[in-house]
């Protein structure tokens, strides 16, 4: 130091106050924004889990009151919709109406024709509020229950209840009582079915009935055609089904037999005959009811056994058979009550003081208990809120029943179920149908296939796009046309996702429907040109080479690269009259039209909006994306290592791949699983370019519904805290934990990629 140097002064290395209060705020700040983020992702984790957890309960059920009865033998047990006035129907005639929520008590009607004709068989069609009764006499008469509301000057409701008879129609033999009755009216097609016993022998009778309607209304019911069904049953009739569109009905034998007879043209045909329990040593049908919707019957054995069988169009004769679709857990003891609910596919099972409440489509038992009392009859209200049972000491016990999602359990959302009208188990989503009746179809399987399917294709397209792109341009592109490319690229990230659907809706599906051989071609021939290229262009002598300055051969490439595309794309409809080619099976003409090839030779659909279309448009919204971080990732290994390969005689492609791809693998994989992350979580492209159907295919040609679309498709019509609402809620989840469990391993390999090619210890 000379003497004229001026010694330094400590105070200028001194950091300044503010400076460091600022750090110490910021690695605080950093540090809360971090947790928040954790706590905020937990959070809605949770969130998601209370949505979804009451999925998972059985039903609750509570009893309310017990009313006792008058003593004496009751036929039947009904019930209003809103479970506010229930009633019994006695052996004489009278019914009881019963005031659950008031003060009126016990009123008592009486069926006007019961003095003089008497009462045999009833039936009750809880849906219509239709008593069906059979008299002693051999006729029968429809009495509708007209419940109404009635409101007084306080504004209190009450449940009133009228009984309106029809005029009695004969029904088998005259003068014969009847044993057992049931009526089926759908509309322009009305049937009632009666057993009588006639000299020790049950026998079988239907009619079919027209109604007249005239500018007054519906008139009264009179009788069409008279059918003796007793020739077609072979061996001693027990009981009997009518099915609720009035085509049909089951018949149980003493054998254990079920016959099936359909009405065909003018007559009944015995179109199927099963015998549900022809493995045990006792084979009867001990019980044999319809669920909701009558497509399916509940058979109970003596032994307690339960199976449920259900239509489906059986392949091999062409029509609807009855199959085995259900095995429900044996109930214990001799079952001998069952009341359907009218909400849904639940039903009620008792017998002796043992009750259960099952829901046919997913087996489950949802509540079961042993009562202090013995069922002799039971019926489910008409919001599935209320349980009534009937004892042995005439005494009504009612139940508060709570079970808003029965159609949800485990199996339900990732099983194989069997449902109505299916030829097999399969998994399906289908959430509403178009009545009352419908068998909810809440399978996520489907949609789960269906995210991977959209993620797959988009990435097979994206991927070697972007990779390509990101490594020519790090590494062989000049920087002064990088800095063009790179913002360009950048910018396509910033298409909107429904602009993007929109596109490949109305303009791109249409184009591919009818140039599949052209974009084959395209495929094939455009990275094979540039193979082709690349080694033709290595071989040339350099003297050539030299006209060309590194880092512009893309001047040679891409008029050849568009001029095999052109060509390919041009070849497409030669190449179909040449390859894709079939026989048309309706006029014997051999037809070119891939269209129609591919479902004839892969046995798959072809669909105009399919995972190709959905492939192309989510790819580009995907490459994007990986391109830029992956291009980062390439472009920050340092110039060093390049330096030192290019020094020892590797080549530039060497380098590129031996070298910077290796050590940028961390970088490159974090990219492909953002990408990833941005094809699952896609919505708009795939709601509006595919044809938004859950299934379970593969096929290219076809289309598929994700989880995250199905949420956006359906949460707006969904009822808040309905089934359907939490089941999209577990689809978040599944979605949420996919994502979840994809980045936790993707993170790492990220990891252990970098350990291994880092650079710098």
């Known amino acids: 130091m000379s003497a004229t140097s001026t010694p330094p002064v400590p105070a200028r290395f001194q950091v300044a106050k503010a400076t460091l209060l ?35 309960k059985g039903a609750e059920v509570g009893e309310l009151k017990t009313i006792p009865l008058e003593k004496g033998v009751y036929l039947q047990l009904g019930i209003d919709e809103w479970s506010e006035l229930p009633f019994a129907l006695q052996a004489d005639g009278d019914l009881q109406f019963i005031d659950v929520v008031g003060d009126r008590g016990v009123t008592t009607k009486s069926l006007p024709f019961v ?43 009450t449940v009133d209840a009228d009984l309106q008879a029809d005029k009695l129609l004969p029904i088998g033999r005259p003068g014969v009582p009847i044993k057992e009755i049931a009526y089926a009216d759908a509309g322009s097609r009305k049937l009632a079915v009666a057993t009588q016993l006639v000299d020790g022998r049950v026998e079988i009778h239907a009619v079919t009935l027209v109604q007249k309607r005239s500018l007054m209304g519906a008139g009264r019911t009179s009788i069409d055609t008279t ?5 077609k049953i072979n061996g001693a009739i027990s009981s009997f089904l009518v099915a609720a569109q009035a085509d049909s009905v089951l018949v149980t034998t003493d054998s254990g037999e079920v016959v099936y007879l359909f009405l065909e043209g003018d007559d009944f045909q015995v179109r199927q005959t099963l015998k549900p329990f022809a493995h045990l040593p006792n084979p009867q049908v001990g019980l044999l009811r319809y669920v909701f919707g009558d497509v399916t019957f509940v058979a109970v054995a003596p032994t307690g056994e339960t199976k449920g069988y259900s239509l489906y169009l059986d392949p091999k004769v062409k029509t609807r058979q009855f199959g085995e679709t259900k095995t429900f857990e044996n109930q214990p003891g001799v079952t001998e009550v069952f009341a359907a609910s009218v909400r849904n596919k639940a039903f009620v099972l008792a017998g002796e003081n043992h009750a259960r409440l099952v829901f046919s489509t997913t087996e489950a038992i949802r509540w079961e208990k042993d009562l ?101 341009t790090s590494q062989f592109l000049k920087p002064e046309i990088k800095v063009y490319v790179k913002p360009v690229m950048e910018i396509m990230a910033s298409l909107p996702s429904v602009v993007l659907g929109f596109l490949a809706a109305l303009w791109l599906a249409p184009i591919l429907e009818n140039r599949v051989p052209s ?27 030299l006209f060309i300055p590194q880092g512009y051969e893309f001047v040679v490439f891409f008029p050849i690269m568009f001029a095999v595309g052109w060509l390919a794309w041009n070849l497409g409809p030669a190449a179909e009259r040449i390859l894709f080619v079939i026989t048309d099976p309706t006029t014997g003409t051999r037809v070119a039209d891939f269209r129609l090839w591919w479902p004839a030779v892969t046995g798959t659909p072809f669909e105009q909006r399919n995972s190709l279309v959905v ?14 971080i992956a291009e980062d990732a390439l472009s920050n290994v340092p110039q060093s290592l390049r330096s ?26 974090s990219a492909l699983m953002i990408g990833l992350g941005r094809a699952v979580g ?44 939490r089941s999209l809620f577990l689809g978040a989840m599944v979605l949420f934990i996919m994502t979840f469990v994809v980045n936790t391993a993707a993170e790492v390999m990220r990891q252990r990629l970098r350990d291994r090619y880092k650079t710098v210890e």
């Open 227 to 231: 059918y003796d069904l007793t020739g």
């Open 644 to 669: 030192g390969s290019l020094a020892l005689g590797a080549s530039r492609w060497q380098t590129a791949f031996r070298i910077v791809l290796p050590t940028a693998s961390a970088g490159i994989f």
């Open 372 to 472: 202090d009392f013995s069922v002799k009859d039971a019926v489910i209200g008409g919001k599935y809120d209320r349980m009534v049972f009937l004892d042995d000491e005439s005494k009504l016990h009612f139940y508060r029943l709570k079970d808003p999602h029965p159609e949800a359990s485990f199996d339900a959302f990732f099983g194989k179920l069997w449902y109505e009208g299916a030829s097999e188990p399969k998994y399906d989503w289908q959430s509403t149908g178009g009545s009352d009746d419908f068998e909810p179809k809440l399978s996520l399987v489907p949609l789960i296939v269906g995210t991977l399917k959209g993620t797959f294709y988009a990435l097979l397209f994206a991927v070697p796009i972007a990779l390509l792109a990101a490594i020519y």
């Open 519 to 545: 974009i084959l071609l395209i495929v094939l021939l455009v990275p094979l040109s540039a193979l082709v290229f690349g080694w033709g262009w290595a071989r040339l002598p350099p003297r050539i080479r």
């Open 22 to 56: 600022m750090d110490r705020f910021m690695n605080h700040f950093i540090k809360i924004g971090g947790l928040s983020v954790i706590v905020a992702v937990f959070g809605i984790f949770v969130f998601i889990l209370i949505q979804i957890l009451p999925l998972f």
């Open 682 to 725: 896609e919505t708009m492209i795939v709601v509006m370019a595919t044809g938004n159907t859950p299934i379970m295919e593969w096929n290219i040609f076809s289309g598929m519904r994700t989880l995250a679309a199905n949420i956006a498709v359906e949460l707006p019509e969904a009822p808040h805290h309905g089934t359907l609402y």
């Open 115 to 157: 003095a003089e004709h008497g009462i045999g068989g009833v039936h009750y069609n809880q849906l219509a509020q239709r008593l069906t009764v059979g008299t002693a006499d051999g006729r029968f008469s429809l009495v509708n229950i007209r419940y109404k509301p009635a409101f007084s000057a306080n504004g209190e409701r």
């Open 615 to 628: 492939g192309f448009m989510m790819g580009f919204a995907v490459i994007p994306i990986v391109f830029t």
